[in-house]
Structures are given as C-alpha cells and as structure tokens.
C-alpha cells in the first residue's frame, strides 16, 4: 500500500498547494478593497445573532428550502458535504495505516465502528445523488434554451454548473465503490448501518487492488473538485457562511446605509471631505464585504427571478450586475494588487482598466441598468448567501449623482423641489395642512381635531402623526390621511401633526443617491422632532415609516415609529374599532415593498380587511415575501419608465386575474401607481369602470363609520 500512499499525498499537496494559492489570491484581492469596519463591529457585539443566523440560513438553509425541491436537494448535497468530511478522515487513515501495517482497516476512534455514523454516510451520499438528479432535472426544466430570458439560470454559467454536478457524482460513486471494496475486503469499520457500503460488499471481489485504486480515485475526484471550487462559483461553499457573517442585520434590508469613506460615515461639514471620494466610482472602490458578495453568488438566479426591473424586459438583472462587477474585478485583479504593491502602472491600456468606470455608456455597469432599480427589496430577499444589491445600487448611485452629476434629468426636477420646497411637488409648504381644513369642512369630519405641533408636542398627545409629502399634497393619498385622523379620533387616540413644519423624510433623495440632500432634510427633521420632544411617530407612507424608522437613528433621531396599518389593526383587536357595516367585495391586497420586505409588516393589514364584515379576500400569485412592487420606490417614482413594460400594468394584470372589485394597499406611492395603471386599463376597456384601488385605512372607517 505504500505506493498508494505515495500517489494520495502527493496529489494532496500538489491540489492544497494549487487551492491555497487561489485562496490567498481571493483574499489579498479583497484586501484591495475599502474598510468596511462596521461590519466587524456588528459580529463582534452580536455574536448570539450571528450563531443564530448561521444555524438557520447556513446550516438550515431557511432561504433556499423556500425553494422546494431545489431547497430540499440543496440542503442534502449541503449537508453530504459536512457528513462525508468523516469519509475522507477514514479514507486517508485508511491509506496511511496501509502504508504501515499492510492492512487499510481504519477506523475514527471512539465513533469509527458506530453502525449509526455508517448509515448517516450512506444515507446521506444517497440524499445527495438524488439531490444530483433533481438539480439536473431543475437545470433542464429552466434551460434558458427553452425559457430563454424567463429562466433564472439566464446568464449564468452553464457549463461550470454541469462540470460540478459531474463532479460531486465522481466523488459520490466511487466512495461507495471504495467503501464496498473495503466491506468485500474485511476492512471496512461498519458491520451495521452502512446498508449501501456492506450490500456492495457483498457483490464485490475481494480485491485489494480494486480497493487501492477506488480510494485514490475518491481522493483525487475530491481534490480536483477542491481546485475546482475555489475557481468558480462554488466558491460559495467557503464563502456564504462569511457573507452571512458579515451582512446587514437582519436582513439587509429596511434603512439604506450609511455613507462611509474610508470606513467612517461621511460628515459634510467637514473640510477635509474629498468630494471625488463619495459612493463608488470604480471597482478598487469596492470594500471588502462587496468583494465577499462576488465571491458568494452562486448563480442561482433566484434574485433574477424576482426583479420588477427583469420581468418587465429592462435591463437590470440583480445577478448580472453582481456578475459583471466580480467578472471586471477578476479582470483588473492582477493589476490592482500590483499597484498595492507599490507598482507604476505606466500602460494606458492597464491604466484605462483600473480607471474603468464602474457606470457608464462604456462602463461595467450600463446606466439603464443602474436607474432601472425600484429598490424593492425582491432580490436581497430571495438570495440565499445574503447578498446585499441595493447597497452595490446605491453606492453606484452615489457617485454617479454627487461626483459626476450624472442620473435621469427628470429626476432633477424633484431634487430641485426637494432643496426649495421640502417636497418632491414643490409646492408651498403652507398646502401641507390644507387637508385638516378639508376633513375639518366635510360633512363627516366637523368632529375631527387635528392638533398641530407648535413647538412641543402637546401634553396629552401620544403620536405624532407623520402624514408625508403624498399624505399631505396628494389628492388620492390625502384620502389616507383624511381616514386615519378620523380612524385615531374615533378611538379616541391623541396625536398632533407638524403641518408645514414637517418636510419631506428625505427617502426619495436617498435612494437617487443624493446623500447631502438626504442628509439635510433628514437633520431638519431630526431637529424638529426632537425639539417638539417626538417620542412615538405614525405614518401612513411606508417610506417615511422606513426612514424615520430605520435611518433617522443614524443621525441621532430615535424614536417609536408605527405605520398606520399596525396601529389601526391594534385598535381592532382592543376593541376601540369596531368595523360593523358589512362590504360585500371581493378586494385583493397588494404588500408594498418598503411595508412588506423592507419591514416584514405582512400580516395587519390583512388583520384589518379579515375583520370587516363581508370583505372577501384574494391573494394575488405575487404577495408578501414574494410581492411585486409597483415601480415606485427607489425614487422611479420620479422618472420617466421608458424600457420594457410599465411595472404598474405588469403588476395590475396580476390584480386583474383575481377578478377584484378594489385592489387594496397600504402605501401613497403604491395607490398613485396601481391608480394609474387601473385607469389606463378602464380606457382601453380592459377592467371594469368600478374598479377602484384604495388604502386599507379608508376600507376600515367606511366599515366603521357606515359610510357609503
Ligand atoms: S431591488 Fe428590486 S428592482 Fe432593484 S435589483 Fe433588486 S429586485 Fe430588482
Ligand atoms: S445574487 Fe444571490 S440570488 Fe442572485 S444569483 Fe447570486 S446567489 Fe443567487
């Protein structure tokens, strides 16, 4: 056996020695990129979130057995991983102790002849080629041959995804031929349990030549496939537990983050900021963790497959815009860790590489690429190695806006109305209260007080009622605000408003990329806020909700932040609203992403609609988790969608299969979008003149108030 020894060592260190080297490379690369301290930070203070997140997404694969059966599949040949590494302590033992004593009968101390480890190892190489074949099967069903852009593997690499398939079934057949040659040999350690292994040593020769040789040839197969995954997109297999480690709790999503240069968040007040240095320009930009996410796409396509911007014919694919980053990064790898290294790059070629920007006509990335995204959430959502687009979106977005003044001019118009006016419209500020007039003129509403803010909140006020730009200046949402003030007045909830001290949250110019705006209205509000000593907050938009309650504590604005659909479903079930009269339709809900994903509020405003008599609901196909947004969000809503279809019609169609009588919602932004969508559908005739898309506030105080 000393010969076999010989060959299994020497192809050991030949492959570690070939692996280790492309590791150290992956990591110096990463190295390249800027600090990300704060990501170090949060694992270092929550270490119970962490054990926790890699117990349910790594080791119980929570995201990917969403997936069935590809999640199931997943998570045996995941799993075969971690239980055949015992086959690989036997097969080495194996080979050395044959080398010494002539006889390869080895065994793992204490638990080496255990019958249960046995059966564990040939269940689970069973698991895993049945996994094999449903993922063949899945590989052919969604071939972008048949499927073509529809299919989730569509820019993925094909070929690489078959050569490791092929590759796990080599190291899966020959450990049971060499696990069967050793059972027909007397050397295997299991005389129970290892039912596969013993039945094949039943038909099996007793050779020892045979079983020389199916260990070496187990061995290599798994030495190969190490080469392997350290070179393609399976390096996943090392990296996804860091990706997770080191991801934005508690899921990337909700608030954007903050800005940072050199690992410390932006402050604009000081001198010394370096204008050129904000977002990320080019991919030496990059930190360390989006160089990690590069390293963890697995391809799968899932977050492909969620994209508004993808299923309605745009350019953006999420995949692909992590793909072609790692693809340039790989690229201008070598001389990027020269230049670390002290080297003068004086080639103009190597030079235009590494100055290569990130967005533009020639860039990595294609600008409709980068504003086509609605910041929906869909994609961060689905990935199962937690892989963060929008923070790649942003940072994108950053630089391009506040370095090279570059994005879609329509959206000039709204920043320009954001820095005068302190709404998106630009209209007077003094508007901002003209619906408390209004509610309080209407035939219902004389009873309404809407106390406004004037300096302190007043003493026996509980919330502030955040009512938002739309809220306050947009006649289909100041419905909204309208219902809910008379909603809290009824139960008897004491709330104030800021009226025209309020400006708006600062979320559109955030997810344009306009940090210095953001960071304006932001702190005005902050300051506002905290001198009318705000402690607990209502709003009815889910994106002041998000901000307010996500990013304003980046700048030192903590407060209780609700949205109007938890508050008025808390109401309900304390019995402070009571919906009585009945509404005989049928109404399909529609989740709005920063309601929804962003901040995992799925279930009371479903809560509401159950407990108004007579509302019969439909879920549409696409709906929570998995919801499709309404081309809104991520500041779309102030440009022009001129690539592929409209993401609102894509998204009334599906309404529209329900048969709806109203399509409901919970956000301003959603009711414009589905709102115009419907109208564009009753004049071509496509849906019926009734059909109407409202606030599942307005739904409850006609219930609770009889109204018609
Ligand atoms: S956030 Fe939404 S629109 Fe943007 S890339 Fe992800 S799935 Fe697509
Ligand atoms: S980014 Fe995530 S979801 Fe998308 S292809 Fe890569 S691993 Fe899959």
Redesign the pocket.
């Known amino acids: 056996m000393l010969w076999v020894a010989i060959i299994g060592l020497v192809m050991t260190v030949a492959a570690v020695a070939v692996a280790g080297r492309r590791v150290m490379f992956l990591f110096k690369l990463a190295t390249v990129g800027a600090p990300a301290p704060e990501r170090v930070e949060y694992a270092r203070t929550h270490v119970g979130d962490e054990i926790k997140a890699q117990l349910v997404e790594v080791f119980g694969q929570k995201k990917l057995l969403k997936w069935t059966p590809s999640g199931v599949a997943h998570f045996f040949v995941m799993w075969a991983f971690f239980i055949l590494l015992t086959v690989y302590i036997e097969a080495y033992g194996a080979i050395i102790q044959g080398a010494i004593t002539g006889t390869p009968d080895f065994h793992i101390p204490l638990i080496g002849t255990w019958g249960v480890l046995g059966f564990l190892q040939d269940f689970i190489a069973v698991a895993c080629l049945l996994g094999l074949v449903a993922f063949a099967i899945i590989r052919v069903k969604n071939s972008p041959k048949t499927l073509g852009r529809r299919s989730?593997f569509s820019g993925?690499h094909l070929g690489g995804a078959w050569l490791v398939l092929f590759m796990i079934f080599n190291i899966i057949w020959t450990l049971f031929l060499a696990r069967g040659a050793a059972a027909a040999n007397g050397n295997f350690p299991y005389s129970s349990g290892a039912f596969v292994s013993l039945a094949l040593g039943d038909v099996l020769p007793a050779s020892g030549l045979l079983e020389e040789i199916a260990l070496l040839l187990h061995i290599g197969f798994m030495l190969v496939f190490l080469v392997i995954v350290v070179n393609s997109?399976h390096l996943?297999v090392f990296t996804a537990p860091l990706n997770v480690l080191f991801s934005r709790r508690p899921d990337g999503l909700g608030g954007a983050p903050e800005m940072r240069v050199d690992g410390k968040p932006v402050d604009f007040e000081d001198e010394d900021l370096d204008p050129e240095r904000l977002g990320r320009g080019k991919i030496g930009d990059t930190t360390w963790k989006g160089f990690l996410?590069f390293y963890?796409?697995?391809?799968?396509?899932?977050?492909?497959s969620q994209c508004p911007a993808w299923n309605t014919d745009k350019p953006l694919s999420?995949?692909m815009?992590?793909?072609d980053q790692r693809d340039h990064a790989f690229k201008v790898a070598p001389y990027l860790l020269a230049a670390q290294a002290g080297v003068e790059h004086k080639d103009t070629d190597v030079l235009a590489l590494l100055e290569k920007p990130l967005v533009g006509e020639e860039g990595v990335i294609h600008p409709d690429v980068l504003w086509s995204c609605t910041n929906c959430g869909a994609?961060v959502e689905?990935?199962?190695?937690?892989?963060e687009?929008i923070d790649h979106i942003l940072d994108m977005r950053r630089y391009q806006v506040m370095v090279e003044s570059s994005f879609p001019s329509e959206a000039g118009v709204m920043v320009k109305n954001l820095e005068n006016k302190g709404n998106p419209w630009g209209m007077s500020e003094m508007k901002r209260a003209d619906w408390i007039e209004e509610l309080a003129t209407s035939v219902d509403g004389q009873h309404v007080e809407v106390p406004m803010v004037e300096d302190k909140m007043p003493e026996d006020a509980e919330y502030l009622f955040w009512v938002g730009c739309a809220g306050a200046l947009e006649d289909r949402a100041k419905k909204t605000t309208k219902a809910v003030a008379e909603l809290l007045h009824i139960a008897g909830v004491k709330f104030a408003v800021l009226g025209p001290m309020e400006a708006c949250s600062g979320d559109p110019a955030r997810r344009l990329g306009m940090e210095y705006l953001f960071n304006m209205l932001a702190q005005q509000n902050i300051e506002t806020l905290n001198e009318a000593g705000v402690k607990k907050i209502v709003a009815t938009c889910p994106h002041c909700f998000n901000t307010l309650a996500n990013e304003y504590p980046q700048l030192g604005g903590t407060y209780e932040v609700v949205h109007h659909t938890q508050l008025l479903s808390k109401l309900v079930d304390e019995g402070l609203l009571t919906p009585i009269t009945p509404i005989e339709e049928k109404i399909t809900y529609h989740d709005p992403c920063f309601l929804g994903r962003h901040n995992k509020v799925y279930s009371q405003p479903r809560d509401i609609m159950a407990k108004v008599p007579g509302v019969q609901t439909q879920e549409m196909h696409r709906h929570k988790d998995r919801g499709f947004c309404c081309g809104a969000g991520g500041a779309r809503m102030w440009m022009e969608e001129r690539i592929g279809k409209r993401i609102n019609t894509e998204r009334v169609d599906e309404a529209l299969t329900t048969n709806p009588d109203t399509v409901s919602t919970a956000c301003p932004f959603c009711m414009v979008m589905l709102g115009d969508a419907i109208n564009e559908k009753k004049n071509n005739g496509e849906a019926k003149e009734s059909l109407e898309v409202v606030d599942v506030a307005q739904l409850l105080i006609k219930s609770v108030k009889g109204a018609s």
Do not use: N
């Not at 963890?296 to 492909?304: F, K, V």
């Open positions: 989730r993925s997109k996943h996410d963890s796409c697995t391809e799968c396509g899932r977050c492909q999420p995949k815009l992590i793909l994609c689905q990935c199962p190695v937690d892989i687009h």
